[in-house]
């Protein structure tokens, strides 16, 4: 029953989130374009984590956990390139070069006023181990597919439960982020105001 709620709770916030911010019109330049598309990649990706992890009476765990990294790459990538990335840089991953490591992006973003209390860099040192393990095939998707008798999806409830939570964390900081893009912070604050009524308990 709690992963139920957690998953109808997701589904919501993914639903608010998308009304606020599908068919939003960007500026015509690079810059914005690009920031924008890595934004709107990452609320993509939490969208299909929960088709997957909805997917009754076969959900998907695996591979919906795998997405969990590129989720948070894809936002980290999209607030680098509007506030950090200079010219070439910029020039440089339209013509398909790869950005520089997403430590190196952090360190800078955390230079930007809004992002300079190292929430991202802790978030990075406490779950990245873990994204890249679900990501890459490593031990943790491998155990969660054991049993002592037979090859079969057998992820935790707890496993799903921190996921759901740090999908919808990731996706209030992308949308967020897409808001201050937009130069809309009524926009903003209605998306954090939105957060707050589905996943902060009340005092």
């Excluded at 914005?32 to 598309?37: F, K, L, P, Q």
């Excluded at 997405?67 to 980290?76: A, G, M, T």
């Excluded at 999209?78 to 790869?98: S, T, Y």
């Excluded at 860099?121 to 873990?130: D, I, L, P, S, Y």
Aim: glycine content about 6%; charged content about 20%.
């Amino acid at each position: 029953m709690l992963l139920d709620n957690a998953i109808a709770s997701s589904a919501k916030w993914l639903d608010a989130c998308n009304a606020r911010l599908d068919g939003a019109a960007v500026e015509a330049s690079d810059r914005t374009r690009v920031s924008a598309g890595l934004l709107h990649l990452s609320l993509e990706h939490h969208g299909a984590i929960q088709l997957l992890i909805s997917n009754k009476p076969h959900p998907h765990y695996g591979s919906a956990c795998a997405l969990l990294r590129p989720q948070f790459e894809s936002f980290v990538r999209g607030v680098w390139f509007h506030h950090c990335a200079n010219e070439q840089q910029l020039k440089d991953f339209i013509n398909r070069c790869e950005p520089q490591r997403i430590d190196s992006l952090i360190l800078a973003i955390e230079t930007v006023p809004g992002y300079e209390e190292g929430l991202l860099k802790a978030t990075k040192q406490n779950v990245w181990k873990v994204m890249c393990d679900y990501t890459h095939g490593g031990f943790m998707q491998v155990g969660s597919r054991n049993t002592a008798t037979e090859i079969v999806s057998n992820y935790s409830e707890e496993q799903i439960l921190e996921l759901v939570s740090g999908a919808c964390s990731i996706t209030l900081l992308a949308a967020v982020a897409f808001s201050r893009l937009l130069n809309n912070q009524a926009m903003a604050k209605e998306i954090l105001s939105e957060y707050q009524k589905l996943f902060q308990k009340q005092p």
